[in-house]
């Protein structure tokens, strides 16, 4: 046998590792014996695999999925790994944040302070009238949804330079629950000045991006104006439930799909700053 190779259960060994855990590594493609003999299917491996398994090991702790441990094994030096490894963890403690906020926000619930909550959203009713949208529709995750809104929001705004301009404040509506489980759909909405030349403008897209227009009637909306940081999940979850809270207690009920206002300039905006209109179509 080359000197060069160890048998599984030595290198098992000497990586601090089951001969079990280094199977299933060869599995999932994250470390491949260096040979395997033809006839008995034993495996052996090189001693410079030792660090590549105890580092394998090592990030499947972090719960990091297959692929980006992968990526950060397989990268062409310590810098690039390590950099992707902190651009892995960066991702974790984003969620994790998300997930304290939210199990605060639940344990509010929970603990019956909800009205506490809503309390501090000041609700109103507001008269829109007629729009001529042009929209855009998709089914999307909550991940996904924040990075959608700002690109279909950006090309509608882009394409409402030939139906006669933007007419309007642009807004999300959600035509069914959008979380972590649910897709929706979303549609993406700007009002536009001109139906005739935005008619046109959607016969020239066809079915590419769910595109459409469509016309909205003069109605009412029960919203709350809430700030950068609010929009985030879950704080506007809040915001949605004291609005809906707000109309139960003034006998309205909802006329439409609730809706994401952004009157404000996102990228120009600071957390505290005021972005977005929570609303509900009522009657």
């Known amino acids: 046998m080359d000197e060069e190779l160890l048998g599984i259960g030595a290198f098992a060994a ?4 089951s001969a079990k855990a280094l199977r299933l590594y ?14 008995t ?63 605060e926000y639940l344990r509010g619930r929970l603990s019956g302070r909800s009205s506490e909550m809503y309390g501090k959203f000041v609700v109103e009713t507001v008269d829109v009238p007629r729009q001529v949208l042009i929209t855009e529709t998709r089914h999307t995750l909550a991940d996904e949804l924040p990075a959608w809104i700002g690109s279909a ?18 807004f999300v509506a959600y035509h069914s629950e959008v979380s972590t489980e649910s897709d929706g759909p979303a549609e993406a909405c700007v009002p536009v000045a001109d139906e005739a030349a935005a008619r046109a403008w959607a016969a020239a897209q066809g079915r590419a991006r769910s595109t459409a227009v469509r016309v909205e ?3 009412r909306l029960a919203r ?16 949605f439930e004291a ?41």
């Not at 060869?26 to 006839?39: N, Q, S, T, Y």
């Open 14 to 17: 000497r990586a601090r590792l």
């Open 26 to 39: 060869d599995r999932l493609g994250l470390l491949a014996p260096a040979r395997v003999d033809e006839v």
């Open 41 to 103: 299917g034993y495996r052996f491996y090189r001693t410079s695999q030792v660090e590549r398994a105890r580092t394998v090991a090592l990030l499947r702790q972090l719960d990091m999925p297959l692929a980006r441990i992968a990526e950060v094994v397989d990268a062409d030096d310590g810098v690039v790994a390590a950099g992707r490894l902190a651009a892995y963890w960066a991702d974790v403690e984003a969620r994790l944040a998300g997930q304290r906020t939210l199990a």
């Open 153 to 170: 929001l950006g090309r509608l705004e882009e394409a409402a330079s030939v139906c006669g301009g933007v007419a309007g404040v642009p």
């Open 217 to 219: 009637p003069a109605q």
């Open 224 to 239: 709350t104006r809430i700030t950068k940081a609010q929009v985030a999940h879950p704080q506007i979850l809040a915001a």
């Open 243 to 283: 609005v809906e809270q707000w109309m139960a207690a003034e006998g309205l009920t909802a006329a439409g799909p609730c809706r994401e206002v952004y009157f404000a300039d996102w990228d120009a905006a600071g957390a505290e700053d005021p972005v977005c209109d929570v609303a509900f179509p009522v009657r």
